[in-house]
């Protein structure tokens, strides 16, 4: 009987965490869910993913509370995970970088980087013991090239999310658990429409002279993100048309 791995990808509800979402199952993974405020487009996912026939888990949290985080955590406390994708994240709050305050940080650090280790920490304990892991985390372009005035904070969190990838990739090398770094540049989501910017002046300047496609983000972190890949990891692969 096939061994049906199971995959974990928080903010999994819309965007580009859905399109993972369906790319695992459509490759018979069965698929834990995560969501923050979403529960009907949460709940839609899952559907789609007991059509294609695998099963889908919802687990709701708010990621940007550390009393959230560990309850997360202790309701996957059991889970055999054999793929984590961070891929929840945000700003939290959009304010000039002169306007912020500790509260907008932490929030957003929380959500962005904090999260992320505790998780992958938890996580990465079963992966050692399978001897098999894959984790691949969900940066920005913004870590490449800096966030703008009003998203210093996001870019930063991001930054250190790349910094978690270092860590664990070099710790699970010899337990076969790959962590590699997606950056995704501008891709067609309503992140978009939540923190508005002129968008065709943004598109201008992408060298393929287009938006991004959640499902293009999706092929390859589940490249990343499986059996397929065996031998990549502690790599940044920025999905962004040449940017």
């Given at each position: 009987m096939k061994n049906v791995r199971t995959v974990l990808i928080?903010?999994?509800?819309?965007?580009?965490g859905r399109s993972i979402a369906l790319k695992y199952a459509l490759n018979d993974w069965n698929v834990i869910c995560h969501y923050f405020s979403s529960h009907e487009r949460a709940s839609s996912v899952k559907h789609e993913i007991n059509d294609i026939g695998q099963r889908c888990s919802l687990i709701q949290g708010n990621l940007s509370s550390m009393e959230d985080i560990e309850d997360f955590i202790e309701e996957?406390?059991?889970?055999?995970i054999d793929a984590l994708i961070n891929n929840a994240g945000g700003y939290v709050s959009e304010k000039h970088f002169t306007n912020l305050r500790y509260k907008d940080l932490l929030e957003t650090f929380t959500l962005n980087i904090f999260a992320p280790i505790l998780i992958s920490s938890h996580v990465f304990i079963n992966m050692k013991e399978s001897n098999f892991g894959r984790i691949v985390n969900i940066s920005s372009i913004a870590a490449k090239y800096g966030g703008s005035r009003s998203s210093l904070h996001y870019g930063c969190s991001k930054c250190a999310l790349e910094g978690l990838t270092k860590t664990l990739a070099k710790e699970g090398a010899d337990y076969d658990v790959l962590v590699?770094?997606?950056r995704p540049g501008v891709i067609d989501t309503n992140f978009h429409s939540k923190y508005p910017k002129d968008i065709e002046t943004r598109i201008a300047m992408v060298p393929l002279k287009r938006i991004g496609t959640p499902e293009e983000v999706a092929e390859v972190v589940y490249f990343l993100g499986s059996e397929k890949n065996t031998y990549i990891t502690n790599e940044v692969v920025t999905i962004s048309g040449g940017e």
């Open positions: 928080t903010g999994g509800a819309v965007g580009i996957i406390r059991y889970i055999k590699n770094t997606i």
